[in-house]
């Protein structure tokens, strides 16, 4: 059979909040088809976009059980399925697969540093284990353990093991992968500090796996369209460097401290971040609506910016 291929803008979503701190289910729905509507291939729930590590078990589950069952089929339903032991992970890419999943991301356990070798064989067996697509999520910055494309080609001949997503700052490591042809999506992520963007995409990458489309989801499918012409690759450029200062803002603190408190910012339903994750203080966070209006987003989105921000910007 031959494996689910996606390309372009894989967008990890939010997770937003009720003002008692309770998950919002109809917001996450309507974030969820807000960036299917403005050309999102794919949707990441409980990436790290989603704050999963602080969200309970039950939350978790039920967050995939809402979402699941209204799936717009415009686009394909990703769940991030990392857990602290490989039987966490293979307990957590069933329920996914249970409940209507269309595939899950899985990146190696937080904390403990695990071994290249370790990790490899964590694949390996959540891959046996479970019948769904797959993406890997290499992570170092963020979990230690850093694959090497040897580890990584090896996985990628895995019939259940669809996607890449590759969060270093290694060109080379994306050339290597890519030059190998692999039967996987090829992605990386939209950081600008990472730089991993215009050489993927450049190589013959297949998208980005971001949390910008969240706030420029037309741009950010721009960007990640895979160049099959002059075309793409000019119309790649211009969005690219147009949206550069988003970008960094995006990044300005660790994920989804910024993306999250612009999106509020910017009248979109997320809600607050769950403590012990703070919100931008106001001066960052007039920076961003500044960045925003003077891209013309808050008027092609029809955002509503508090007055007091717009005012400031």
């Not at 990436?47 to 078990?57: A, Y």
């Not at 692999?182 to 998208?207: I, Q, R, W």
Request: net charge positive; hydrophobic share 40%; with cysteine.
């Amino acid at each position: 059979m031959a494996k689910m291929r996606i390309t372009g803008s894989f967008v990890a979503t939010v997770t937003p909040f009720n003002e008692n701190g309770s998950v919002d289910y109809s917001a996450l729905h309507f974030l969820i088809e807000r960036l299917i509507h403005h050309n999102a291939s794919a949707v990441l729930v409980l990436g790290s976009t989603g704050e999963p590590s602080l969200l309970t078990p039950e939350e978790k589950k039920r967050i995939i059980v809402e979402t699941a069952r209204r799936k717009n089929s415009k686009a394909k339903y990703f769940y991030g399925c990392t857990g602290n032991t490989t039987q966490q992970v293979i307990d957590n890419v069933k329920f996914a697969k249970e409940n209507g999943a269309d595939g899950a991301v899985v990146a190696a356990p937080p904390y403990i540093c695990g071994s290249e070798a370790d990790i490899e064989a964590m694949y390996e067996e959540v891959a046996d284990s479970v019948e769904l697509p797959l993406g890997i999520y290499n992570n170092p910055p963020r979990i230690k353990t850093d694959l090497h494309w040897d580890n990584l080609l090896r996985l990628f001949k895995h019939p259940n093991i669809v996607i890449h997503k590759e969060s270093t700052a290694r060109v080379g490591q994306v050339a290597q992968v890519l030059s190998a042809k692999p039967d996987v999506t090829v992605m990386c992520c939209d950081s600008p500090n990472l730089g991993l963007v215009v050489p993927t995409m450049a190589l013959g990458g297949h998208g980005t796996a971001n949390m910008g489309g969240n706030i420029a989801p037309e741009e950010m499918a721009v960007i990640s369209r895979p160049w099959r012409s002059y075309e793409d690759a000019v119309g790649f450029r211009k969005a690219y460097l147009q949206l550069l200062p988003l970008l960094h803002f995006n990044y300005s603190a660790i994920n989804p401290v910024a993306v999250k408190s612009l999106m509020k910012a910017l009248g979109l339903p997320t809600g607050a971040l769950r403590k012990p994750l703070r919100e931008l203080d106001a001066q960052a966070l007039t920076k961003g609506v500044r960045i925003v209006r003077e891209l013309g987003l808050d008027k092609k989105y029809g955002y509503k910016i508090a007055a007091e921000l717009a005012k400031a910007a």
